[in-house]
């Protein structure tokens, strides 16, 4: 078994999104687009969601996953 498929079988690789009151946690994204206090754009392999609010910061931040609190208004994948 090579290296790439024993971290997939370890690791969850594919895209996931969990949203919960007051914030929203991405997994297996590959980049922020942008981020201010109204709106942040996170891309994913397929797209990117654009999540706007009030209030938004990026509260925790790693290579495959990213949770964001604050006031979401709206979520929506492009």
Do not use: A, Q
């Amino acid at each position: 078994m090579n290296i790439h498929k024993f971290r997939s079988y370890l690791l969850e690789d594919n895209f996931s999104m969990n949203v919960l009151k007051d914030k929203i946690e991405i997994m297996n994204y590959k980049e922020v687009g942008h981020f201010d206090n109204n709106k942040i754009i996170i891309k994913y392999e397929d797209g990117e969601i654009v999540i706007k609010g009030n209030n938004l910061i990026i509260s925790r931040l790693m290579n495959d996953s990213i949770l964001i609190k604050g006031s979401i208004n709206n979520i929506e994948l492009r």
